[in-house]
């Protein structure tokens, strides 16, 4: 965990880090540190700016202020993409796109291959983050014949598949089913035991909760608070558990 890396530079920082998005100013000044091996929430209402603030770590979209680092070089000089993966907020747009499930989480490995052909090496990794989904045997499908919890899933695996040491993921588990939820929470509990970093937008903890070593709390595009979780670590939300419990909530929407 962090402490055994305390001289190496944190895998992700954002220090005061502003943003508009038209004439919106989005982000106020956020400060957000990822340490390495570490999991990290990003929590808020609608609207605080969640999205907003992994869309501008991974660089799409433009800080009008302050400083982002990845692995310790500012973004602006940033070029090993491979390092990161990328789960987006659900979308079923893409959806749309001709391409099957294997040819959408191969796109995974691109940023590793540059442009040489995927190899035997890349098809594994993509049948393994296939398989860590649950969705090997719809490889051949085409992702626009996918429900939209399955094409989530897809996104993930192709995150999974480029084998990244940070994955910034977008409310990974909206609209997955609670079976799909606890295989999606092993597939990122066997990540972390990997000592991959990870930090995630979620408005409830659910089964992910075990994994959570920080919550970061947004309200209106600034960092409201910021908590440990080790009291949440035994309050995991068990799909197979008692139906009548209660999700782990943030607070913010209930
Ligand atoms: N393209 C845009 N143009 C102008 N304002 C935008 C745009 N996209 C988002 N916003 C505004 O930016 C603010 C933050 O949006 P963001 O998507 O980051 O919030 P969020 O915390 O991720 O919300 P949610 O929980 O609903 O996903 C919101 O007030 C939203 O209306």
Redesign the pocket.
Known sequence: MADEHTTAPPVLSLRGVTAS??A?R?LRGIDLTVGRGEVVALL?A????????VRTAVGQVAASGGETELFGTPLRRFRQWWRVGYVP?RSTAAAGVPATVREVVSAGRLARRRLRPLGRGDRAAVHRALELVGLADRAGDSVSALSGGQHQRVLIARALAGDPELLVMDEPLAGVDLLSQSVLADALRAQVARGVSVLL?L?ELGPLAPLIDRTVV?HDGRVERVEGTAHLHDQACHPHGDPAAEPTRTGLLT
Do not use: E
């Open positions: 998005l038209g919106r989005v808020g609608n609207g605080s700016g969640k999205s907003t603030t907020q937008v408005h947004l």
